[in-house]
């Protein structure tokens, strides 16, 4: 992307709580009540809005991720007819007005230059922040999201392996942390990647009510990637107790629990207070950025070597496969 390009968006990048999101359109609740996006809203937002005290929070938040960083020009537009059926998906999964469907794939169309590839988790996150923010600010935050170190670069491509890397620093923790359920979770073959994306990748939506949903983005913005890996090891100490009375042989059950499925913790579960404890605990999670940083080192080191194991067989697969095929000789056999 050209530096005038970037240069023209950057004076177009709205202040903080600039602008009118989903919510703010009257009618939004006569023709949305009922759409995927809210249904563990569990009545948190209304037609009067976010409660007390919420508008000047979510106000914040682009200040909390510094959002300066420019949308992408809208000249630049997605071209691409895979990645546009993909959105006109997500978006008919997510919201129930045409309307709105349209501002959710606008904004993803405006995204794509920035990776030319795509993650349901993007298209989640894209639509919580559209119900707050203009599309311009939802952009400019997305965009630090997807840039900034001190968040998760990566995360939002097809095969994101920088979430498969903290993926297996998460296991890691849990060895360290929670040795018992990490050897039900090994004895079970249940791996962090079969349950932990929604909780990185896609930032907890559809995962918590949004009375819990909220303050867990909330502190995400205010202190980056280690805040995931604190509340991370929070869920795992709150769902213990259910998890080591089961059997390896209980993997559905495990990954219902390690996932917070509705059927095992609806938005009610002890008065819904489990789920805003269970962020609010994430905060005292006794986690610090150098661990962190120590075993991403280490996991990176590992992914590299296993995905060039993988890169190998797949040419040795492909190789053996061209040795097998049949080949005619132009010259006629005597």
């Known amino acids: 992307m050209s530096s005038s390009f970037l240069e023209a968006a950057a004076a177009r990048v709205p202040t903080a709580g600039r602008g009118a999101g989903l919510i703010d359109s009257p009618t939004f609740w006569t023709v949305e009540a009922g759409a995927p996006l809210l249904r563990r809203n569990a009545g948190f937002l209304t037609a009067e809005g ?35 059926r993909i959105f006109l998906r997500d978006a008919e999964r997510t919201f129930q007005h045409a309307s709105h469907r ?65 993926a297996m620093v998460f ?43 909220l303050p867990f983005v909330e502190g995400f913005f205010r202190d980056g990637y280690p805040f995931l890996f604190r509340f991370s090891l929070a869920l795992v100490a709150a769902v213990s107790p259910r998890l080591l009375v089961l059997k390896p042989t209980d993997v559905n059950l495990i990954l219902e629990i390690m996932r917070l499925d509705v059927c095992q913790y609806p ?50 697969l492909a190789a053996e496969a061209s040795d097998d095929e049949i080949v005619f000789s132009d010259e006629e056999i005597d």
């Not at 249940?190 to 819990?212: D, Q």
Request: proline share 7%; charged share 30%; hydrophobic share 40%.
């Open 50 to 84: 976010p409660p007390h005290g919420w508008r000047e929070r979510l106000d914040r938040w682009p200040e909390l991720l510094s959002a300066s960083t420019p949308a992408p020009a809208p000249s630049e537009r997605c071209d691409d007819e895979a990645a546009l």
């Open 102 to 166: 349209e501002r959710m794939i606008g904004a993803l169309k405006r995204l794509w230059p920035e990776e030319k590839d795509y993650h349901q988790g993007l298209g989640y996150v894209c639509s919580l922040l559209l119900l707050f923010f203009d599309e311009e600010t939802a952009c400019a935050m997305l965009l630090r999201l997807a840039r900034d170190p001190a968040y998760t670069p990566g995360y939002w491509r097809a095969a994101p392996e920088p979430y498969v890397r903290d």
């Open 171 to 213: 296991a890691r923790l849990v060895e360290r942390r929670f040795p018992e359920v990490a050897a039900l979770l090994q004895a079970a073959c249940v791996v962090p990647e079969a349950y932990a994306s929604k909780w990185y990748i896609g930032l907890c939506v559809h995962v918590l009510p949004f009375e819990a949903l």
């Open 267 to 316: 938005d009610d579960y002890e008065g819904g207070q489990f789920f805003t404890r269970l962020v609010a605990d994430a905060a005292s999670v006794d986690l610090e950025k150098a661990e962190i940083d120590s075993l991403r080192e280490e996991e990176a080191v590992k992914l590299a070597e296993k995905m060039r194991k993988v890169k190998e067989r797949e040419a040795q």
